[in-house]
């Protein structure tokens, strides 16, 4: 998903619950780009042990954007321990988080929460049907992947790199 569109999503799911200014002040500098400066002040309302919800979400989408997938999935469990809305966005990138630091069955799990949410928009189920053929492949799991492949193309049939997964698909 474009990291744009859906940090944007995310803000805006934040400003609307009118959270305190910690994360008000948070989300302005994840918009900004200053993720480190982000962490900081999500880190201020978990030492007061307020908004624990969105100060961890705030927090994982800091450290997602810079690439610490490990911090981030921590982070993102922390807030749904927290009663942080479950959304399909929070599992989707819970599963991007553990597909990235090889936890490919905890990947699959995640994405498809996020698939049976009612708020799972079109590009991330594209890209999560994606990501599923991957993460089984990487498990070597052929035939996960190979039903994987099949429900992708039935979605979205001219997806060539669906294709040539398909097509590599059946050497195995």
Request: charged share 30%; hydrophobic share 40%; proline share 1%.
């Amino acid at each position: 998903m474009k990291r744009k569109g859906f940090i944007g999503l995310i803000i805006l799911m934040v400003l609307l619950s009118g959270c305190a200014s910690n994360i008000r002040e948070g989300v302005s500098l994840l918009e900004e780009g200053k993720y480190e400066d982000a962490v900081a002040k999500f880190q201020e309302d978990i030492d007061k042990e307020k908004n624990l919800d969105e100060a961890y979400r705030g927090m994982g989408i800091a450290y997602y954007e810079q690439e610490s997938y490990a911090e981030a999935a921590d982070c993102f469990k922390t807030a749904l321990e927290n009663k942080a809305e479950e959304t399909a966005s929070i599992y989707h990138l819970l599963g991007t988080c553990y597909l990235q630091t090889a936890d490919y069955e905890n990947a699959v799990s995640n994405y498809n929460k996020a698939l049976a949410m009612e708020d799972c928009t079109e590009e991330m189920k594209k890209e999560m049907l994606f990501n599923k053929i991957a993460a089984y492949e990487n498990l070597a799991d052929w035939e996960s992947a190979k039903t994987a492949v099949s429900e992708y193309l039935e979605a979205y049939p001219d997806d060539e790199r669906a294709i040539k997964e398909a097509e590599f698909l059946e050497t195995r």
